[in-house]
């Protein structure tokens, strides 16, 4: 599967920004989705993760309540809803698929992706 990220660009704290993720290339409700970020001189962390049911999720500590990940199947597509942005989320945001047989399941390590887009540049600046 290919994907490809888009939705980047620079905003000033407080605002929101959507990031996409469009897929090709395979049965796209087979696949978790998962969003990392990597800031400057950083190692990539993870973001969020969604199953191919679209409904099992997972997040990290600092973006719970301020980001919110969900999938439209029919247009292999996940989005990533950013609000309340602050300067520490600026980084390049990936997102990352890998076929699970179980649709329920969410993946939370880089390493249980076989897939990454080419990234995003997310910038928060006042």
């Known amino acids: 599967v290919q994907l490809q990220a888009s939705g980047g660009g620079l905003v000033q704290p407080g605002n929101s920004l959507t990031l996409s993720c469009a897929a090709s290339g395979g049965t796209f409700r087979r696949y978790v989705v998962g969003w990392f970020r990597q800031a400057a001189g950083k190692e990539r962390e993870f973001v969020a993760a969604i199953a191919g049911n679209g409904v099992n999720k997972d997040s990290a500590d600092s973006v719970k309540g301020r980001f919110t990940i969900s999938r439209d199947n029919a247009k292999n597509t996940v989005y990533l809803q950013m609000s309340s942005l602050k300067p520490e989320d600026t980084a390049i945001y990936f997102c990352?698929?890998?076929?699970?047989?179980?649709?329920?399941?969410?993946?939370?390590?880089?390493?249980?992706?076989?897939?990454w887009g080419q990234g995003t540049q997310v910038t928060v600046s006042s």
């Open positions: 990352a698929a890998s076929w699970r047989i179980h649709s329920n399941v969410v993946l939370t390590t880089t390493g249980g992706y076989d897939y």
